[in-house]
């Protein structure tokens, strides 16, 4: 059985959490299953008319979805967004707006809710990256009680990164279904080498992405099964 929630969570920013994202829902609309992806909260994301807009996550997300851009699908799929390129809480404070986890949380709840299939959820920066005032990422998605899917890059020191992640995880019993290496580039080892590493103290199944990889069938499988 398909779990209604995913949260996509992220052994830190700029990783890969929206290429892996956008890769899974491509692959698992590809195998005829319901998903809709969102990223609630985003920083860094221009206003639709702005060009840089298509660079967004949102914009990215909804691509994948094949939904096309407009004001109504930006405001369903990434109802808070902020324009600085900065954790959302300060980015939040240079537009003179504050942001609640539990608004956060009760949209989440009533997307998952509402979605008829499996509902995936871009989490913002890493693991335990701000997300208002006094709530981390980590609160985020312990209050919504779904299971996780971790993003880590294969940088040199994205293995402590991402076992630090998994660790935190299993401290708080947050089931993780996979962790995805996603190749940075110019990494100085070959992301495979990485994965494997991170696969030997990871206590969760570990999958490897390349760059301009589509997503593996195998990662599918681990998300719906
Ligand atoms: N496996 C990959 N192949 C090709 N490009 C990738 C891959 N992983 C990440 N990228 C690229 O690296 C950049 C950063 O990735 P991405 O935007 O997915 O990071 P993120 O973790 O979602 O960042 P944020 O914390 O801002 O949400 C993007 O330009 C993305 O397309
Ligand atoms: C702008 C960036 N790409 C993300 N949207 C926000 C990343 C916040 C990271 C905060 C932190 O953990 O230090
Ligand atoms: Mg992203």
Do not use: N
Not at 28 to 37: D, I, S
């Amino acid at each position: 059985m398909p779990p209604r929630a995913v949260f996509v969570a992220g052994a830190g920013t700029e990783i890969g959490k929206t290429y892996v994202t956008a890769a899974l829902t491509r692959r698992l609309r590809e195998r005829g299953l319901p998903v809709e992806t969102v990223k609630p909260l985003a920083s860094g994301v221009p206003p639709l008319h702005d060009p840089g807009f298509a660079e967004s996550d949102t914009a990215r997300l909804l691509d994948a979805q094949d939904i096309a851009l407009d004001a109504e699908a930006v405001e369903t799929c990434s109802p808070w967004r902020f324009s600085a390129p900065l954790s959302p809480d300060q980015a939040a404070i240079l537009e003179g707006r504050s942001l609640d986890l539990a608004d956060l949380v009760e949209w989440c709840r009533a997307r998952i809710a509402g979605t008829p299939g499996t509902l995936l959820i871009e989490g913002v920066g890493g693991l335990m990256s701000p997300v208002t005032a006094t709530a981390t990422g980590l609160d985020w998605l312990r209050a919504l009680d779904i299971p996780a899917l971790l993003v880590s890059g294969s940088y040199l020191g994205a293995i402590s990164h991402a076992l630090t992640a998994c660790e935190t995880l299993r401290r708080y019993s947050v089931p993780l279904r996979a962790v995805v290496v996603s190749e940075s580039p110019g990494a100085p080892a070959p992301a495979g080498t990485v994965a494997a590493s991170i696969a030997r103290h990871a206590g969760a199944p570990v999958v490897c992405l390349r760059r301009g990889e589509a997503c593996p069938g195998s990662l599918a499988d681990l998300i719906v099964t």
